[in-house]
């Protein structure tokens, strides 16, 4: 089944340890996105990509990096990771942007800052 | 000022009773969509529906059905005898792809618990 896919489904670092969270899709849209969900809140838009054209939200710190070296991939990287990035990351896609069309989201990755 | 409002934070019911979940919109536009997505425990938000400002015509898939009125701004989502496995979050969400804006805006969610 054409899906997003998302690893690790939880991870766990050190504060201040650089981490890499994966997010990848056999839909072959055009668009991918980052979202980052903390406990009993909505999901808040980090960026996205439109193929290979980034765009970062104007809050989102700097601590917070993405790449996309093909359509099919999406990293998150978070350089030094803080205790208030613990939380739920979602990656999303959808075939166009603007909300023009629907996102369909993976399941996740929980992170986890000791 | 918020563009989605879900005004219920959380609803309990018992299994078999009839739930709705309400969501309220405010935008300028003339085109926009809007979504309802369910968030089990295990976290992926899971696409419901989506519509269009256009259409206004209710639509019911299964148990679940919604009621789009824009002369309120409201897109409300009913439940029909409701399961355990309906316990989750449901988020509502606007898009208004003309305005400038890059994605989705999300209410605050309502969580949904249902109880045997």
């Known amino acids: 089944d054409a899906m997003v896919i998302q690893n690790p489904r939880y991870q766990v670092t050190q504060f201040g340890k650089p981490v890499t969270l994966s997010c990848s899709q056999t839909?072959?849209?055009?668009?991918m996105y980052w979202y980052q969900q903390k406990s009993s809140q909505a999901p808040k838009l980090l960026f996205h990509?439109?193929?290979?054209?980034?765009?970062n939200e104007a809050d989102t710190p700097d601590n917070f990096q993405s790449r996309r070296p093909n359509t099919s991939f999406c990293f998150l990287d978070i350089r030094s990771p803080g205790l208030g990035d613990a939380a739920m990351y979602l990656c999303?896609?959808?075939?166009?942007?603007?909300?023009?069309?629907?996102?369909?989201f993976g399941p996740g990755t929980r992170l986890t800052v000791l | 000022a918020q563009k989605v409002t879900q005004a219920q934070t959380e609803i309990s019911v018992v299994e078999k009773e009839d739930v709705t979940l309400d969501c309220v919109y405010e935008t300028r536009d003339t085109t926009y969509y809007l979504f309802w997505y369910k968030q089990p425990p295990s976290g992926e938000l899971v696409f419901l529906i989506r519509?269009?400002?256009?259409?206004?015509q209710n639509e019911i898939s299964g148990r679940y059905s919604w009621n789009f009125q824009k002369s309120t701004s409201s897109f409300n989502f009913t439940i029909t005898a409701s399961q355990v496995v309906d316990s989750a979050v449901y988020f509502c969400?606007?898009?208004?792809?003309?305005?400038?804006?890059?994605?989705?805006?999300f209410g605050k969610g309502t969580m949904l618990l249902v109880s045997p």
């Open positions: 839909l072959n849209h055009n668009v």
């Open positions: 969400a606007l898009s208004e792809p003309y305005s400038g804006y890059s994605t989705l805006t």
């Open positions: 519509r269009n400002s256009f259409d206004e």
């Open positions: 990509y439109y193929d290979k054209d980034f765009n």
């Open positions: 999303a896609t959808s075939r166009e942007t603007g909300g023009l069309d629907t996102q369909y």
